[in-house]
């Protein structure tokens, strides 16, 4: 899910104005010449933009300051080392001012900012609580969710958006963020319950109806799925949606119609299915984000259906984006045997063998269909490397046995026959073909 940033200690130039005109006076008459003159110029610096310079003067003046003003210098450094994205720099120059009790909510917050870019979460999390405790009203618990959601710590991270919304109720972002959290969690009704009152206040949002369904679908409520993926898809056809992916990761158009045809599927409704996984490819221009997989689905779907060559075209497209696709290469192959096209059939065959190097399904699949054309040799071959991929039933076995001994390679046979005994020695299959061979 996509995390915005959080924006915490950011300011304009104009923002921050400088050191208050009560420092500066302090500074004309108190602490060095030095001192002085480097506050002075640091604080001009800073208001110009100018941030490596201001940083070097006032790193100056702290060198020589003793003063009460110091722990607001250091918070000025910190500004600087901020807008120079020195982060490091910017969390010792912060925690000294903090130190020497120059510290506010935005200060904290710009800890926060500078502990996010460096990656350490818990520690700028840490330093938000300190914000959130000391204005309440703030959005920092929101961002807290933000990081707590960046770290997969979904309960703090539920936790965190709740307290937010006590605050703020009417925040779309932290309901997004809940719902997320939850569906996570493993709590998919409950976040069900939020994404249905954000389509409810935001009726045009194709991307709520869609989160809904996939909500819906994880709890297991496949009728209500539907309800809610279909009323997505009117408000696309009637060309009113709004809205994008936002921070709590409700899905797009494109992935409320793919999970619309997984639903019809899995309901044997092969053709909403196969009409559903079209829509999926239109909505998404250039293929952006469509794969094998999404190319797979929609050949199954046809398939299904009875249109076996828009099936097939789309099974090449799946084998296209990823000639490693094992099943794609299989149902090719398949189809092509039920189409009397031995030589199709068998390069698809080899071609889901290779994808699948660990899988005995296509050997199996290979096995029955030269079985199929009397071509026995061939057919124990690929019987063997069924047995030799990690196929023991005794119903491979059996027929490994059998094919050896149809192909006339009675020595073969034999071993293929002791072997599978030793696996299944009550089997009944395997003694009637004992039986047979002795013969």
Known sequence: MAIANHGAGRRTRGSRPGLPATVLALALCCGTAGAEDDAGLGDQAYRQGRYAEAASHLEKALAQERDERAGRLFVELGDCRLHLKHWEAAVEAYRRGLDLKAGSAEVHRAVAHALTALARYDEAIGSLAQAAALEPAGEDELTIARLFVRLEDWRPAELAATRHLAAHADSTEGRELLAYALARAGR???????????????????????????????????GDAIDDLEAAERLRSAGVERGGTGPGGPGSSADGARLLGDLYLREQMPREAAAAYARMLALTPGGEGIGAEDWYRLGNARLEAGETLSAREAFERALAASPRHARAALVLAQVASRAGEAEGARRHFAQAMEAGAADPGA???????????????????????????????????????EAWGKAGSADKAWEALKEGLREHPVDERLRTLLRQLAK
Do not use: I, K, N, S
């Open 188 to 222: 998919p009704a409950e976040a069900a319950e939020v994404y249905r009152m954000l389509a409810r206040r935001h009726p045009l949002e194709v991307r709520y109806r869609v989160a809904l369904g996939q909500a819906e679908v994880a709890a297991g409520r496949y």
């Open 363 to 401: 050997c199996v699949a290979l096995a029955q269909f030269e079985a199929a054309g009397g071509r026995w040799a061939a057919a124990a071959a690929a019987w063997d490397e069924a047995v030799r991929r990690g196929d023991r039933t005794v119903v491979v076995l059996h027929a490994r046995a």
